[in-house]
């Protein structure tokens, strides 16, 4: 099983990015997914996660600026970030709990992808 991000980048105050993320491989089922992420010197937070019903939470600092959705059909993950502050500036990384063929159940992180925002 691997996970793919992609969609970061370097963004103005204010401004916007949609990060993806597929999972692919010998899948059986994807539960709960999520975005966290990792700023410079600071311990890995969740930022947001979604249950394979579409049920999501949020950190706090983060509540009414981005979205997180699925596609169950293609295993995918986004994660919409609007208003975007500096303090977003982190390495984003998607994470699933993943149902292998076999039934073996695993969790899996993706590559990472940077997020800058400049003021």
């Known amino acids: 099983v691997q996970l793919q991000a992609s969609g970061g980048g370097l963004v103005q105050l204010g401004g916007s990015l949609r990060l993806s993320c597929v999972v692919s491989?010998?899948?059986?089922?994807?539960?709960?997914m999520g975005w966290y992420r990792q700023a410079l010197g600071q311990e890995r937070e969740v930022v947001a996660v979604?249950?394979?019903?579409?049920?999501?939470n949020y950190v706090d600092s983060v509540i009414g600026r981005f979205t997180i959705s699925r596609d169950n059909d293609k295993n995918t993950v986004y994660l919409q970030m609007n208003s975007l502050k500096p303090e977003d500036t982190a390495v984003y990384y998607c994470?699933?709990?993943?149902?292998?063929?076999?039934?073996?159940?695993?969790?899996?992180w993706g590559q990472g992808t940077q997020v800058t925002v400049s003021s």
């Open positions: 979604i249950s394979n019903r579409g049920t999501t």
């Open positions: 994470y699933a709990d993943v149902v292998r063929t076999g039934y073996a159940r695993d969790q899996y």
């Open positions: 491989g010998s899948i059986l089922l994807v539960n709960g």
